[in-house]
Each structure stands twice: as structure tokens, then as C-alpha cells.
């Protein structure tokens, strides 16, 4: 009872010093054994990152402050990943910043995925998969769902428990014994409250909106039917938001047009699909499943540019000379007819001079030789004003018809696929450019310049490799700047490296209500309009459009849209990262899947990553597994960050070298590899 009364005791006392009314003797109670100094009292906020083990760190908001370590005594109930308050004080055995959370502003974790262990009494525990939830959690009998012992369940928590109590929940869905198809997936993707079907409400919604196109909807467009175009896309795509037409001019420019679809014509702002899109944010890709922003219904059937039908859509239409510099454009709704769905696959070959395929897309064959034309011209003057092309290689998983993984390979990236992101990359720009100058509130995608830090290091790291950039200015580099190290880096063996490495160091593209540029691409104005089925950035962008060309934006729907684009950047990247998180690790589980089959085998690989404990080591194929410090050979090793590199007496492992392994152990669970050094 006494620990219960003193347990609430310092809730109050918590809530009490959130309203800043406490002296610096309150924050003698939170003192361990070692403490010798506290600080000030002074609170501060940051994110947890929680460790299997049970300790964590917290990240802190201030981001010119290290991060603090928070012991299993002082994380106070909190969960990987939540927003909390802290204090900070010193240990007179460490010497070192620790700190305590004395509360908990915003919760991550939700929902936790795990087996269930049942008890005699018809409640249980679920032993979490997520490492860095490192408490079983309680069911009681009425939130068991009779579950049964051993099924793999999904609960949702209710209670986070403290130093004192466990945590508790209720059991919302039952996975089975995993032998399903998708059953693996869904385990892990539940961890990230990612969803493959839609609310029921979301689902009537969508019976109610027509699959075809009607004559009042045409009503005021332009209409393009008669003009040739197609859609490019991967062999295994099912929504096809872009379509393109090219043609030749009078004085042998070019007039290019990109048609996306009118996702904005379907999917009203506040509507029951609307918020369900924007709480989805942009569709997940994964091996054998996608989980789309909108329905299957609206993605696959009346919003997408399928061949041979009518179809909606906005239109951006560009006049450019003969250097690929436009000298006009039009953005417009259409409507359009496209007359293909080609595959990167067949464009290549079209390109490449197949006469078969050629005979077959008879009709389309001279449009496709002037996009390729037109995109050499774009290639090189993106390339002439500084543009990245890192063209590292991207995780290509097949999987059988139960879902198996069957093989792992680089994923093909040809000519034709350059083609249509060029033609992106323009439409994009052209977008971001005129609703930049017309001051209107807008979604962009924004790439800032990288930090001093990052390119102090990444400069030095290059340097060992006898690249030598003395004229660049550290504390403003320039795309021109790292591209010029890209190119001295292809007569080198360590080109894939000096790209990973680069990439690493540059900051991550977001979206953001103000125009700051695009460093990757070089570009001053851009944005995402290219794919609205796919990206609510792109939802809300053809919107503002949309209410543009009807002018229907008033100082009220203005000053709306000024807060609303604002909430649509922070919110979908937010989820950017969320879905990104959720595709490494599932792609992770099929890797480790797949290399099951050849523990005990040999593979060459180099040297991706270094560590005080070991070395990363990936593999043709993309695999990546870790050498630990056992299994490298015996020697004194010492890690140098800065310059990627494992340094023993005898031996040294450097980020981009040769290295045979042997395979030695995989963790499912984990999502873990072993090799073993080898030679």
C-alpha cells in the first residue's frame, strides 16, 4: 500500500513540475545510489530510444546536445520511441550525463505484436517481437480474445505499467500459427499500425463514386483523347498515375506533355477517404502486398491511367527548344485516353532496336526515340548544373505463391526508367516554379544543404582514397562539389562506397511549406504532383491547383490552406519515414528468410560498414550481415568512424574492401546474419 500511495505521489509531483512550480530540492528524489550532482532542475525534452536490454538514450529536441543515457531504473515506464520530459544529472562513478524520465508528453508505441503465453486462468502474457519492447505484456482473461497458446496476436496497450507494475492490454487480432500466406508480413507491419484493408465507411464511400467517366465531368477541360500517349511502368504495377506524350516542334523542339491522374476530382478534402489518406499518407510497398493510400477501387480502377479508357486528369504541357530549355507551358485539367500501358521492360527494347517488340508498338516506336532523345538533353543539363545520380543498387525480393522468398537480387534500373524520371523531375520543377512566384501556400520537397560536420568528415574519409577536393568551401559545398567527386569516384573500386557514404552524409529530403530548394537535384523549385493514387503530398498540391484554376482561393481558403499545408508536410513525412522503416524491415525478414538455405556456405563480399564490435559485410546480392570481433581474426582492434575503419595490429577492415565470408547463423527474429571471416 505504502508503494502504491508513494507511486501517486510522484505522479502529482510530475504534474505539479510540468506547470513549473518546483525547487531544486524536488529533484533530490529521483537521486540513484552513485549520484553525486544534479542538475539545476532544469527539464528537458527529447525522444526515447529504447534497448532490448532495458536502458535506453534519449534524443534530445535541442540537437546541439548529445544524447542522454536513461538506466532501466529511470526509464519510468517509457516506450521506444515516445516524446518525454527529462532531467539530467551526473554520476561520480561515470562521469558522464545520465538522466531520468519524469514524464511522458506522447506515446509511440500502440499496438504490440508477440506470441501469446496463456496461463491456466485463461489470461496470458504476449512476448513482444519488437526488441526494444522489452516487457512481456499482461491480458486478463476478458481481453484475451481465447487466444490460444503459441498464436502469434496483435494488442493494443492500456496500460504502460511503471517502475513498479507491469504493463497491461487487450488482445484486437489474432494472426494464427503463421502459415498463412502474408502471415509474416502482417506480423511486422502491425508493429507500425500499417493496414491492408480500409474502415467500412471508407469502403461505402467508395462504392458510391462512378467508374466511369461522365460527360459533365469533361465539362471545361481539355480534351487530349486524340493525342498518342502511353503509361511506363514496372511489369507488376496495378495503379498507373502518369501517362506521357511527346511530338516534335515546327523548329525541332520538342512539346511534352505528363498527364497525372485527377485524384482531386474523386477524393473531396474532409471526406471519409480524404482523412483516411491522410492518415495513410502515401501506399507501402512490400515483396507480394501493397497497403495503397486509397482503395483498390479508386487506385486500380477510376483514378488510374488505364489504356484505352477516358480517364481525368491534370495535365502539365511544356514548349522546349532545341537545348531542353521550356519556353512555355500550360497547366490544365484534361481528359485523356491513353492508348498503352508499356512496360520499362519493352521501351528497352524498343530502344535498344528489338525489332520484334518494335513491330509490335508500331505506332508508339518513334515516340519513344524522341523521349530518349529529349531525355539526354535533360540528363545533361541537370548533370551541368550539379545533379546527383548516386545509382546505388535497390533490393529486388521474388517470392513464390505462398509468399516464400525464392531469390534476392539487384533490381534492373534501364534507360527507359531514367526516361520517365526525368520527364518527372520537369514537370515537377515546372510546378513547384509557377506556384513559388504566385506566393500561393504549397507542399514542396525540400533537400537543405549538408551540414559542416558531415562534410568535414565525409571529405576526410575520401581523401584516404586519394580524392583530393581542396578548393571546395566545407561550410557551403555545392552539388557541383560532390558531384565532381562521384565522377573521380567511377575509376576507383570503391565508387559504391563513396556513393553510400556520400548519401549518408547529406541531410534526408522532407516535405516543407516553403520553397528552400532541392540540393540532390540541383533545383531551385520542387515538389511531388506526379503521384497522387500514391503520395498525399501530391492529393494536396493538385488541390491547390485545382482551386487556382477555378479561382476559387479567397483570402479564407488562403489563410485555411496556410495551416493545412503546413499540418500535410509534417504529416506525411512523418509517414514517409514510417512506411520506409516498415519496407527495410520486412525486406530485412525476407533476406534473412532466403539466406537460411546456406548457412555453412562461402560468399564474396565487401566491407559496408565497421563497428567497435565488428564489421557490416554486404553481399552481391544486397545482403548485409555482421562479422562480430570473435570471429574476425585475433588481434587489437580499434574503430575510427570518421574514417570508416576497423584497425588491428595485424589486420584492417575498410569500408569498400573485398572480403570472403562464411555464412555462420540467421536470425528470423532478429532479422539478423552471421558471417564469419574467411579470407
Do not use: W
Not at 421 to 438: D, G, H, P, Q, T
Not at 486 to 496: A, L
Not at 519 to 528: I, M, P, V
Not at 610 to 624: D, I, K, M, Y
Request: with cysteine; hydrophobic share 35%.
Amino acid at each position: 500500500m505504502k508503494k502504491r500511495k508513494k507511486i501517486r505521489e510522484k505522479d502529482r509531483l510530475r504534474e505539479k513540475k510540468s506547470k513549473g512550480s518546483f525547487s531544486k530540492g524536488f529533484f533530490g528524489k529521483f537521486k540513484s545510489k552513485n549520484e553525486k550532482y544534479l542538475s539545476d532542475g532544469k527539464v528537458y525534452k527529447g525522444k526515447m530510444s529504447v534497448h532490448a536490454k532495458g536502458f535506453g538514450f534519449c534524443v534530445l529536441d535541442d540537437l546541439e546536445m548529445e544524447d542522454v543515457f536513461i538506466a532501466p531504473s529511470n526509464i519510468n515506464g517509457a516506450f521506444n520511441g515516445d516524446e518525454v520530459e527529462i532531467v539530467i544529472y551526473k554520476t561520480s562513478k561515470l562521469k558522464s550525463r545520465e538522466g531520468k524520465v519524469v514524464r511522458i508528453l506522447n506515446r509511440a508505441v500502440r499496438l504490440v505484436v508477440g506470441n501469446f503465453v496463456a496461463l491456466n486462468d485463461g489470461s496470458g502474457y504476449v512476448e513482444p517481437d519488437m526488441k526494444n519492447v522489452n516487457k512481456d505484456i499482461y491480458i486478463s482473461s476478458e481481453h484475451a480474445m481465447n487466444a490460444k497458446n503459441g498464436e502469434k496476436v496483435v494488442a493494443k496497450l492500456i496500460d504502460y505499467g511503471s517502475e513498479t507494475s507491469e504493463p497491461k492490454g487487450e488482445i484486437v487480432e489474432i494472426i494464427g500459427d503463421m502459415s498463412r500466406k502474408g502471415d509474416d508480413i502482417i506480423a511486422i507491419i502491425r508493429n507500425y499500425e500499417l493496414y491492408e484493408e480500409f474502415p467500412i465507411e471508407v469502403n461505402e464511400a467508395t462504392k458510391k463514386i462512378p467508374q466511369e467517366v461522365s460527360e459533365q465531368d469533361i465539362k471545361g477541360r481539355k480534351d487530349l483523347r486524340n493525342v498518342l500517349m502511353c503509361t511506363i511502368d514496372g511489369e507488376d504495377a496495378r495503379d498507373f498515375d502518369d501517362a506521357v506524350s511527346i511530338s516534335r516542334t515546327k523548329d525541332g523542339g520538342y512539346e511534352l506533355g505528363v498527364h497525372i491522374a485527377d485524384v482531386g476530382h474523386y477524393v473531396k478534402q474532409g471526406s471519409v477517404i480524404d482523412k483516411e489518406a491522410y492518415n495513410r499518407g502515401t501506399s507501402v510497398y512490400f515483396p507480394d502486398m501493397v497497403l495503397p493510400m486509397l482503395p483498390r477501387e479508386l487506385s486500380n480502377g477510376i483514378c488510374s491511367l488505364n489504356p484505352e479508357v477516358d480517364r481525368l486528369a491534370l495535365s502539365v504541357i511544356a514548349t522546349l527548344d532545341k537545348n531542353g530549355d521550356v519556353i512555355k507551358h500550360e497547366i490544365c485539367e484534361s481528359v485523356i485516353n491513353s492508348n498503352e500501358r508499356m512496360t520499362y521492360t519493352d521501351v528497352y527494347a524498343i530502344l535498344q532496336g528489338n525489332e520484334d517488340v518494335k513491330k509490335k508498338y508500331a505506332n508508339l516506336v518513334e515516340s519513344f526515340l524522341i523521349m530518349d532523345e529529349l531525355d539526354t538533353i535533360l540528363e545533361q543539363k541537370r548533370k551541368s548544373r550539379g545533379a546527383l545520380d548516386f545509382d546505388l543498387p535497390e533490393t529486388y525480393v521474388k517470392v513464390d505463391e505462398q509468399g516464400k522468398t525464392i531469390d534476392i537480387a539487384m533490381r534492373e534500373r534501364n534507360k527507359a526508367h531514367r526516361i520517365i524520371e526525368s520527364f518527372m523531375i520537369l514537370a515537377n520543377e515546372i510546378v513547384a516554379k509557377e506556384y513559388n512566384e504566385l506566393a500561393i501556400p504549397f507542399v514542396y520537397r525540400v533537400h537543405e544543404k549538408p551540414t559542416l560536420e558531415k562534410m568535414n568528415d565525409f571529405f576526410t574519409f575520401i581523401s584516404s582514397f586519394g580524392i583530393n577536393a581542396k578548393n571546395v568551401d566545407l561550410s557551403n559545398v555545392k552539388p557541383k562539389d560532390l558531384q565532381f567527386v562521384i565522377e573521380e569516384s567511377k575509376q576507383t573500386p570503391y565508387n559504391k562506397t563513396i556513393n553510400e557514404v556520400m548519401l549518408r552524409s547529406l541531410q534526408k529530403a522532407k516535405y516543407f511549406q516553403k520553397c528552400l530548394g532541392h540540393f540532390g537535384l540541383a533545383s531551385k523549385f520542387y515538389c511531388h504532383f506526379t503521384s497522387p493514387i500514391r503520395r498525399y503530398p501530391d492529393l494536396t498540391i493538385h488541390r491547390i491547383i485545382k482551386a487556382h484554376l477555378h479561382n476559387e482561393l479567397n483570402e479564407q481558403k488562403l489563410y485555411e490552406l496556410e495551416e493545412f499545408v503546413l499540418d500535410a508536410s509534417e504529416r506525411s513525412s512523418e509517414r514517409e519515414k514510417l512506411a520506409e522503416k516498415a519496407e527495410r524491415e520486412v525486406v530485412a525478414y525476407k533476406k534473412c528468410e532466403y539466406m537460411q538455405k546456406f548457412i555453412g556456405e562461402e560468399f564474396q563480399g565487401y566491407v559496408s560498414g565497421v563497428s567497435a564490435n565488428g564489421v557490416f559485410v554486404a553481399l552481391p546480392n544486397t545482403v548485409e550481415g555482421f562479422i562480430s570481433i570473435a570471429n574476425l581474426p585475433d588481434d587489437v582492434y580499434n574503430v575510427d568512424e570518421k574514417m570508416f575503419c576497423l584497425q588491428g595490429s595485424h589486420f584492417r577492415f575498410v569500408i569498400g574492401q573485398e572480403i570472403k565470408v562464411r555464412l555462420i547463423n540467421v536470425n528470423l527474429a532478429d532479422r539478423h546474419i552471421d558471417f564469419e571471416f574467411v579470407a
